[in-house]
């Protein structure tokens, strides 16, 4: 089977229900689940005769050793008549210097590596990068840049490389900048950009075109697109914000505009699904250390000194993990994804206890999002939500001081000395390090490269170390968060020596639930 007839584009209505055989020669393919997938167009099928266009999957065939393609959406799903045109980064100096300038249509980046040798070759994402045709005329374009949701670092640098893109590589010249979120599409709140309004901007934190949460109005954000003519969209922003990007898209084929929406996806807490990590992580982890730094030094200078540090990490503790592991000055780390109690045996109480007897001093890092059971349980509050939709959580790190103090309080000839740390804001407003300008510079100039090839409804971001384009869903159908079982959460238990907080009678609850999964695959076979 030829894999380059399996490349071409797809479509993103509801698939039937029923199994598809397209021609005698063909594939039996099978329903998707609300994502995009390879489509192989025999004659039958064709544009030309108007029938319905099809999601298929590919089933696990022989020749092509179960290889699966979940595609993004291009302009000429819905545009069939649409022109292409040699892309310009073919003149240009730079890239004559590199062996292969265009990514090949047959390129495609599998979703997991580690696999065993009769395996399925299994899901594959579409590989970022240049493509030898574009679909929009330099000339033409008129794109625009907004950010959304909360700050980051690295949100500047990823401007400023979209801008610089557009201009440097493709000699677009009309871009806009969409001030204070989604808002500003219909608050009329824009500015001009070029590489000279944005040369420095990656040198400060935050955001150069302001930001807002909610404000998303799909009718309103696309009429005001249409009016101004525009014609390719860079959205910056969390989960919240690439749906948002996925109801413009949707808006936009509905419309049958020649309109591009690419999404970057941004969140501090590297919660984003399927793409290795999220910008800003890496300076976010740097920035945690000074503070981990700062407690163990407070806590060290005293009688029984006990420092908690709170992180980002709303339901996923990786800031929390990674800054732990690095520092090496931490003795207890807590996250979201694993629970903990305080008195008992085997409770934090306990460990604190026994850490100030042996060292004199102990410092806990804690997750924003961890123990919000506990905090719940003590603190009755209306479950509130900002206006991403977010819930509102309690703050765990005072609530958490107050009880340590608490409790030692009736021990006698222990006082303890309590340093609290809350550098959230701190880590958030700063410029982001080298690592995270390179990553920044990769992510926008895919997002820009995609765009021109005529890709929409799509984000971008690194699988398995190549950038990859990702159907929006695929990013925000569920969070990314530490697994608790795996081997880096093991390590961090093996560098902290803190208990698991696992009680008797939930290893045994574990154990009774594996040897019945044994035994449901046992009958299975």
Known sequence: MDLSASFSSISNKTPPRHQLSLHPNSLQLFRSHRRHFIRIPPPPFSRQNNLPRLHIRVSNHPQIDGFVLEDVPHLTNFLPDLPSYPNPLQKRQAYSVVKNTFVSPEDAVAQTIVVQKDSPRGVHFRRAGPREKIYFKPEEVRACIVTCGGLCPGINTVIREIVCGLKNMYGVEDILGIEEGYKGFYSKNTMRLTPKVVNDIHKLGGTFLRTSRGGHDTNKIVDNIEDRGINQVYIIGGDGTQKGASLIYEEVEKRRLQVAVAGIPKTIDNDIAVIDKSFGFDTAVEEAQR????????????????????????????????????????????????????????????????????????????????????????VHTVGEKDASGNKLLRDVGPWLSNKIKDHFTKIPKMTVNMKYIDPTYMIRAIPSNASDNVYCTLLAHGAVHGAMAGYSGFT??????????????????????????????????????????????????????????KKINITSI
């Open 291 to 378: 503070a981990i730094n700062a407690a163990h030094v407070e806590v060290n200078s005293v009688e029984n000194g006990i420092g908690i540090v709170k992180l980002m990490g709303r339901y996923s503790g990786f800031i929390a993990m990674y800054a732990t592991l690095a520092s090496r000055d931490v003795d207890c780390c807590l996250i979201p994804e694993s629970s903990f109690y305080l008195e008992g045996r085997g409770g934090l109480f306990e460990l604190i206890e026994q850490r100030l007897k042996e060292n004199g001093h102990l410092v806990i890092v804690v997750a924003e999002g961890a123990g919000q059971e506990l905090v719940a349980a003590e």
């Open 460 to 517: 971008v971001g690194p699988v398995n170390s190549r950038h990859a384009y990702l159907p929006i869903a695929r990013v925000t159908e569920k969070p990314n968060t530490v697994e608790v079982k795996g081997r880096m959460w093991a390590r961090l238990l093996e560098s902290t020596n803190q208990p698991s907080f696992v009680t008797p009678d939930q290893q045994r609850v574990d154990k009774e639930s594996i040897k019945d999964t």
